[in-house]
């Protein structure tokens, strides 16, 4: 069974940093693609980045781009998303999820998420 | 980037009917699309994916059409566990864009 487990949420101040992980268990981690997705309160899904099976590719959405950085760690079957200078937009419940296979797949494995909140 | 543009955004049903939602593209994505299920409180479930192949364990009165630039969720009978909120997201290219939703209410 296909388990993702997201941690390392928290309340932070604009401009800060929060370092989020994705524990993946129940499949052969290197072999696909993993993605965050994020859900501002009583908001839609945003996806927000993704990392190829290898970690050599990367793409994130314009909002984030320059701030958060989206690795993977195939030896710990982990991926990460670094967070930094924080706007209070980025407010959200972020969601790890599995890829179907390529970079550019849709997901068929979500964690639970874990919970974002920038604010002063 | 690709916009995604779901109607309705909200849907009155009863349990037994058929629920259609739909999903417009910005461009062509072919068949690289993806249907989500969201329980209030809950993390999405995939559906359907490449536009009208049902994922393992979904239940068959779901159902996914269209390529192109338009595309069709249609929930046939619809069941007590069904109302919920749906997104559809393109696969095309990146960034992988979500439509803005469509909740299934009594």
């Known amino acids: 069974e296909v388990q993702l487990l997201e941690s390392g949420g928290g309340l932070v101040q604009p401009g800060g940093s929060l370092r989020l992980s994705c524990a993946a268990s129940g499949f052969t981690f290197n072999i696909y693609a993993m993605s965050w997705v994020r859900q501002a309160p009583g908001k839609g899904l945003e996806w927000v980045s993704v990392v190829s099976n290898s970690g050599t590719t990367t793409y994130h959405t314009d909002s984030v781009k320059g701030r958060f950085t989206i690795s993977r760690d195939n030896s710990r079957n982990t991926v990460y998303l670094q967070m930094n200078n924080l706007r209070v937009e980025d407010t959200a419940l972020y969601y790890c999820?599995?890829?179907?296979?390529?970079?550019?797949?849709?997901?068929?494995?979500w964690g639970q998420g874990t919970l974002v909140t920038v604010s002063s | 980037d690709i916009q995604m543009t779901q109607s309705p955004s909200s849907v009155s049903a009863s349990v037994g009917d058929r629920v259609t939602i739909t999903c417009r593209a910005s461009q062509d994505i072919s068949a690289w699309l993806a249907w989500y299920q969201q329980k209030a409180g809950k993390a999405p479930n995939l559906l359907i994916y490449a536009a009208s192949t049902l994922q393992s364990g979904v239940p068959s009165r779901f159902s996914g059409s269209g390529s192109g630039a338009d595309f069709t969720l249609t929930i046939n009978n619809l069941q007590p566990e069904d109302f919920a909120t749906y997104y559809c997201?393109?696969?095309?290219?990146?960034?992988?864009?979500f439509g803005g939703g469509t909740k299934v209410e009594v």
């Open positions: 997201q393109q696969a095309h290219s990146l960034p992988l864009t």
């Open positions: 999820a599995k890829g179907r296979g390529a970079i550019s797949s849709c997901s068929d494995s």
